[in-house]
């Protein structure tokens, strides 16, 4: 496996355009390096950081930011995708539990986080084919062969899509409050609050996402703290200083936005996918068991779980609804994601269980949906 330990990752650093003529530093790759590694102070199991190399688009040298644990573990590994605008520190409440009977490796996906930001295609199935390429060329320079692959929000969407691809690869299939499967309804209607923030932080379509942002200069962390504050008190309780998040989700997106530049082109409107997952789940395997969860609070859709199922009837989809969480079910009730998860893990392991159905859970239809493209780290 070609790996880059974090004291040669000079290439990953900010440009010379970053520095402000006042001093102020847009991003810092210590900072985010330092960030990440306090984030990290609340995980107990040991662990090892380093980029693996891949080859972008076959002419291109890239690297992708990989957290691996337990790796001498003869289980099944398990994989974790992280949302728009997040990293591999959003998992801070789970490694410990996730890794404790088999390896884990959490990335940050291509051109987030502290991977490279190489440019994506311009077309929005290509873009998206990209980022599952990434996915495959990681897996064969860390040799691994079968694998559970989780995804929440946006990284559910590329775990769906990269499982189509290489279903070999994929022993279970695990989205927490994944994005992008359903068509925007005609009679959408945002509400008020989302209205509010989409002006703030996506003012026109034809800018990034977390544009504003970026071009707020040093008002950027300010934004990000009072915007999205509901993030980082989620981990209140479990880090010593909770604000960091804030900070992180600022240094992880204040780079060159070439992943989210590709997510921008494979959204249309206020945030739905051009090409949702549900019209082209026929073509996933259906040998493929799948668990899906949201948060019993979620702005998602709910009522994917339930065409997930009408749609793969002769597969194994289970349907579970976490209590007291929202959108990002993993750190808003990390017991009951983590008993979820190991528990799904753990049926994945028993072979032939995989083949047994469980009943359909029935979800109440909502009144609203609400997506989270215009949310910085979903």
Not at 87 to 96: A, E, I, P, Q, T
Not at 197 to 216: D, E
Not at 245 to 254: A, E, G, L
Request: proline share 5%.
């Amino acid at each position: 496996m070609s790996t880059t330990t974090e004291q040669n990752s000079s290439e990953m650093s900010g440009p010379p355009e970053n520095q402000e003529k006042c001093g102020w530093v847009k991003y810092s790759e210590s900072k985010l390096v330092s960030l990440e590694k306090k984030i990290f102070q609340v995980v107990q199991t040991a662990y090892k950081g380093c980029h693996v190399l891949i080859d972008h688009k076959s002419s291109i040298k890239a690297k992708i930011w990989t957290i691996s644990m337990n790796t001498e573990s003869k289980n099944t590994p398990l994989v974790l995708l992280h949302g728009f605008g997040a990293g591999v520190g959003f998992w801070c409440l789970n490694l410990d539990s996730l890794a404790a009977n088999r390896p884990v490796y959490a990335i940050d996906i291509l051109g987030f986080g502290r991977s490279s930001r190489p440019d994506f295609s311009c077309d929005s199935l290509e873009a998206e084919q990209e980022f599952v390429e990434s996915i495959e060329q990681w897996r064969k320079e860390v040799k691994l062969d079968q694998f559970i692959l989780l995804g929440h929000s946006m990284g559910g969407y590329l775990a769906t899509s990269y499982t189509i691809s290489y279903p070999k690869q994929v022993k279970h299939l695990i989205l927490a409050d994944p994005w992008g499967f359903v068509e925007r309804p005609s009679d959408f209607n945002p509400p008020l609050w989302l209205k509010t923030l989409g002006i703030v932080l996506y003012p026109f379509t034809a800018f990034n996402p977390l544009a504003t942002v970026r071009a707020a200069g040093p008002f950027g962390p300010w934004i990000i703290r009072k915007m999205r504050s509901d993030i980082s008190n989620k981990y209140a309780g479990h880090l010593e200083n909770h604000e960091i998040i804030s900070d992180y989700i600022y240094q992880c997106n204040s780079q060159k936005p070439t992943g989210e530049t590709a997510f921008h082109r494979m959204i249309k409107g206020f945030g739905w996918a051009k090409n949702p997952m549900l019209n082209r789940i026929h073509k996933l395997d259906n040998r493929v068991p799948i668990t899906l969860m949201n948060g019993s609070n979620t702005w998602m859709d709910r009522s994917v779980g339930k065409k997930l199922k009408e749609l793969r009837k002769s597969s194994y989809v289970r349907l579970e609804v976490i209590s007291q969480a929202g959108h990002h079910v993993h750190a808003d009730n990390p017991d009951s994601f983590n008993e979820l998860v190991v528990d799904a893990c753990n049926l994945t392991e028993g072979g032939d269980k995989q083949n047994d159905k469980l009943p359909l859970e029935i979800i109440p239809d909502q009144d609203t949906i609400v997506t989270d493209t215009q949310v910085v780290a979903s």
